[in-house]
């Protein structure tokens, strides 16, 4: 079946549906397993925050790298199609040795739960993700430039509107795939004994790899496969290297100045080869600026979840846990996109504005900017609510009278008098230095000194309950609990020790007149039981928590009434976070916007204005972009921290509007071409040539529609 007439569907070629069915299956696949990552780190291999991080970063990184290696194959070798369905293999099986790695009974011999090589664990998850670097970066360039190759000219049209659809399905991949995976992580699985089930986590993303690999080859037949033309990046490198070689033989006077410094390459290459190498040197000179965007726009996944969990989820009757935030930008994407296509464009075009691409990619980069503003603003509110911890060699002390009795303590400077079960109103802070002496006295007993080695940094909480009856507890809360979650501790006035179980955790062995550590809990009400010997049967030994917000933390003191049945007594630690997370709303619809604008026109942009044989390596070096971006965080991430939050973004909004100006500048000066319109010129004149014998080629419109 030669080349056949493309069957269309909407005025749209059939074989795009394949192709965008086969993008979102790989996007939900990629997403799905990449939102995994650093929980699998952490939890079932064991490493620690900054190793997981850099480690994931590292493969984030890898993943906008191995483009470059896809491109050269499809350009230069195998072609598009090939190059896609091989490497979807590759990227298949690395998913299968993913899932793998994470079965704990793999090398759990002894059937504890716990594997027992774990060396196993890591090199396998590192092999599979090498292969998955590979494969989901050696198919991104090719699978987008191929959508482009299914349209004839004359469809600019339908190919702008194709680049975005594809955009579109990139987002609900992701958005669905970090809304469905978290889901699958939770059920409990396992041969031997029971936990977290990574390999089903890891096992439906390995599923939707090979589904979207068939769809792909299903449309097979309908495809238009352009051939690859011989190694093209060979070339441009050695045509590229002989110009600035030649141009330095000629660098005296005598010899006459050339129009660009690559016609010095015209001894030995063609001009079409020159004119397509001049092309390309073109769109990537705009790409310079670019990562910077990347950058900055990588951060927001990081830093504003952090900024989230000092914020109060609950929106409405919707409970939002900080990370969810994340989702809104995914959500507003599939908003915007045809918002964005159907409306905002065609409104601009009526106003008689030409927006160019590269109009559009400034506008993008500006939103981007603004959105980090917003952000300060909403870090500034949020830093007037937090409350202040010890900074540097400052203690801070709290003393919580747990006794029967009301009970004085006086400190360098200040006396507190409490009276019995109640606690200071705040955290008093001291120099460690000049903490010299406590004393605890109450009406008609001598004065207690407290001895005790305070630890510059931290929070400690005095629970006094006689005269010369004291303990000092390290709080171990310097900051407020991660991830919105609410810490909680118990304190045991009773004489012998107790266990309490609170939603599923276990305080075990609270000694008495004692804390134990804080746990954390999400957002509502937690009911819990009190085990203890000292509980006579007919009391009642379960409680209900109060309703738990966001980032609070309390002490649970458990007493006794008259009756000697247990009560319980609230005191708080930290209050709960009071501004609300709707207020990201502006920021996430800002740099939403900004990247819709931003992202569809570059992928468009950089597929439209390559050279028929280069359209891969483009797109290649437009994923690069993202990449170096990627690089760039690592770097300053590394570099240092500022002490104030909102500082980092107002640098983050300059750095992005500086980008946005020198862009906006080297955009006046870029002409847009339109490649196949050059490339039909050089067929022409070659035919010209040609005449008289054979024509070689066969007869080309001429009159091609510029539509830029």
């Given at each position: 079946m030669g080349m056949s007439v493309p069957q269309s569907c909407f005025g749209y070629p059939l074989s795009i549906f394949f192709i965008v069915v086969n993008e979102f299956c790989e996007r939900f696949s990629y997403y799905g397993m990449r939102a995994l990552l650093i929980l699998y780190f952490r939890l079932f291999i064991g490493w620690n925050d900054n190793l997981s991080t850099a480690i994931y970063h590292t493969f984030v990184a890898l993943c906008y790298l191995t483009p470059i290696l896809g491109a050269l194959i499809a350009d230069s070798w195998l072609g598009e199609f090939k190059t896609i369905v091989s490497l979807s293999i590759v990227y298949t099986i690395g998913q299968v040795v993913m899932a793998v790695s994470s079965i704990n009974d793999l090398t759990d011999f002894d059937h504890n739960g716990t594997p027992n090589s774990m060396s196993v664990h890591v090199a396998l998850s590192m092999i599979g993700l090498a292969l998955i670097a590979l494969g989901t970066g050696g198919i991104k360039p090719c699978v987008s430039a191929f959508g482009g190759d299914q349209f004839e000219?004359?469809?600019?049209?339908?190919?702008?509107?194709?680049?975005?659809?594809?955009?579109?399905?990139?987002?609900?991949?992701?958005l669905l795939s970090t809304i469905i995976t978290p889901m699958l992580r939770v059920q409990q699985c396992g041969i031997h004994s029971t936990q977290a089930c990574y390999p089903l986590a890891?096992?439906?993303p390995a599923a939707l790899m090979a589904v979207s690999l068939i769809v792909f080859v299903m449309g097979s037949r309908m495809y238009k496969k352009l051939k690859p033309q011989g190694n093209v990046m060979a070339k441009v490198v050695k045509c590229i290297g002989f110009a600035i070689k030649n141009r330095f033989r000629h660098r005296s006077k005598k010899f006459p100045k050339r129009e660009h410094w690559l016609?010095?390459?015209?001894?030995?290459?063609?001009?079409?080869?020159?004119?397509?190498?001049?092309?390309?040197?073109?769109?990537?000179?705009?790409?310079?600026?670019?990562?910077?965007?990347?950058?900055?726009?990588?951060?927001?996944?990081?830093?504003?979840?952090?900024?989230?969990?000092?914020?109060?989820g609950q929106i409405g009757l919707l409970k939002i846990q900080p990370d969810q935030m994340q989702t809104v930008n995914a959500i507003l994407i599939v908003i915007m996109v045809p918002i964005m296509d159907a409306v905002v464009y065609p409104l601009i075009a009526k106003c008689g504005l030409n927006f160019t691409s590269l109009r559009k990619m400034t506008v993008g980069m500006f939103l981007a900017s603004m959105a980090f503003v917003a952000a300060a603003i909403v870090q500034v509110e949020i830093d007037k609510t937090l409350p202040v911890f010890p900074k540097g060699n400052e203690v801070q002390v709290k003393v919580l009278n747990i006794g029967n009795n009301s009970m004085s303590v006086s400190f360098p400077g200040t006396t507190v008098t409490l009276d019995q079960m109640s606690q200071t109103h705040e955290f008093l802070t001291f120099d460690v230095n000049k903490l010299t002496s406590i004393n605890i006295s109450s009406a008609g007993s001598p004065a207690t000194p407290v001895t005790y080695n305070f630890e510059q940094g931290h929070r400690h909480t005095l629970l006094v309950w006689g005269p010369s009856h004291y303990r000092v507890v390290k709080d171990g809360l310097n900051q407020k609990p991660e991830k919105g979650e609410n810490?909680?501790?118990?304190?045991?006035?009773?004489?012998?020790?107790?266990?309490?179980?609170?939603?599923?955790?276990?305080?075990?062995?609270?000694?008495?007149?004692?804390?134990?550590?804080?746990?954390?809990?999400?957002?509502?009400?937690?009911?819990?039981?009190?085990?203890?010997?000292?509980?006579?049967?007919?009391?009642?030994?379960?409680?209900?928590?109060?309703?738990?917000?966001?980032?609070?933390?309390?002490?649970y003191v458990i007493t006794r009434k008259e009756d000697s049945c247990p009560d319980l007594k609230i005191f708080e630690d930290i209050s709960p976070n009071t501004i609300n997370m709707a207020l990201q709303i502006p920021q996430y619809f800002l740099i939403t916007c900004g990247e819709v604008v931003f992202s569809v026109t570059g992928l468009e942009f950089s597929y439209s204005q390559a050279p028929s044989n280069m359209k891969s390596v483009?797109?290649?070096?437009?994923?690069?972009?993202?990449?170096?971006?990627?690089?760039?965080?690592?770097?300053v991430a590394g570099a240092g921290q500022f002490s104030e939050q909102w500082a980092e973004y107002v640098l983050f909004a300059g750095l992005l509007l500086a980008v946005c100006i020198?862009?906006?500048?080297?955009?006046?000066?870029?002409?847009?071409?339109?490649?196949?319109?050059?490339?039909?010129?050089?067929?022409?004149?070659?035919?010209?040539?040609?005449?008289?014998?054979?024509?070689?080629?066969?007869?080309?419109?001429?009159?091609?529609?510029?539509?830029?």
């Open positions: 000219e004359g469809q600019e049209k339908q190919r702008n509107r194709f680049f975005s659809v594809f955009y579109l399905a990139i987002n609900a991949g992701s890891f096992g439906v016609d010095w390459a015209k001894e030995k290459y063609d001009e079409r080869l020159i004119c397509q190498i001049k092309m390309v040197t073109r769109v990537m000179f705009l790409y310079i600026p670019l990562p910077m965007f990347w950058a900055l726009f990588d951060q927001q996944g990081f830093r504003w979840t952090l900024q989230a969990t000092t914020m109060n810490g909680v501790r118990f304190v045991n006035t009773f004489d012998e020790s107790f266990n309490v179980t609170m939603d599923g955790k276990v305080y075990i062995d609270v000694t008495s007149h004692n804390a134990s550590a804080y746990q954390f809990f999400l957002s509502g009400a937690k009911s819990f039981i009190v085990h203890s010997p000292e509980i006579s049967p007919q009391c009642k030994n379960n409680f209900t928590s109060s309703s738990l917000e966001f980032g609070s933390a309390f002490t483009l797109q290649a070096g437009w994923l690069l972009t993202v990449a170096v971006g990627n690089i760039i965080v690592l770097i020198i862009f906006a500048i080297m955009a006046r000066f870029h002409t847009y071409i339109n490649p196949a319109e050059v490339e039909a010129q050089f067929d022409m004149d070659e035919k010209k040539k040609y005449l008289g014998k054979d024509s070689l080629y066969p007869k080309l419109d001429t009159d091609v529609q510029t539509q830029m």
